[in-house]
């Protein structure tokens, strides 16, 4: 009886191996969603996605914003996006990889935008996200900071805003902080 349970569980394996080929993966339904959103996607022509571990990894990419107006004109910004298997319940978790003079970016890239915290809704897609992303270079906020010392100059003096923002883009020390070029 045991021997004849094991050559049962052993077609089972060859058949689910059949032609060589591994067993298919059964997406999650964060998968399902993501591969939708992607599929729909309507970026901006400011904006790129690139799969950096492939096409087998959705569920991190990055994305690519060069904004083509405001403070951060001619910038280059990266973030991560780490999406969660119970996404769209769950927001993306988003860090800026690239070091940034920014009110609501902090120097070790996370990201302060409402719809990635106390407004986000499983309605919210990629799409709407990266569209908030590309809105805080065009309309940085003071008003809900993650770098309170930007914030306050940007609300207090937009001209030393902007020359901090431009000083810190060319590669450069804003303060006692270095930031490597992204122009």
């Known amino acids: 009886m045991i021997k004849l349970f094991k050559v049962k569980e052993k077609q089972k ?27 729909e996607l309507n970026l901006p022509k400011t ?72 407004d986000w809704k499983p309605v919210l897609n990629i799409n709407t996200i990266i569209y908030g992303l590309y809105h805080l270079f065009t309309e940085p906020n003071h008003e809900d900071p993650l770098n309170p010392d930007a914030a306050a100059v940007l609300r207090d003096n937009p001209k030393l805003f902007e020359s901090n923002v431009r000083r810190a883009m060319a590669g450069g020390y804003v303060g006692q902080t270095f930031f490597p070029r992204c122009v």
């Open 47 to 118: 904006c790129t996605i690139a799969f950096p571990n492939g096409k087998d990894d959705l569920m991190n990419f990055e994305v690519t914003i060069r904004p083509d107006e405001g403070y951060y004109l001619g910038g280059t910004f990266v973030f991560s996006f780490q999406i969660s298997p119970i996404y769209p319940h769950e927001a993306p978790k988003i860090k800026c990889k690239t070091k940034v003079y920014h009110p609501n970016i902090d120097l070790e890239g996370n990201v302060c935008l409402n719809i990635l915290r106390e």
């Open 13 to 39: 394996e060859l058949a689910a191996n059949a032609n060589g080929r591994s067993p298919v993966k059964k997406q999650s339904a964060g998968e399902l969603r993501l591969h939708k959103d992607i599929s």
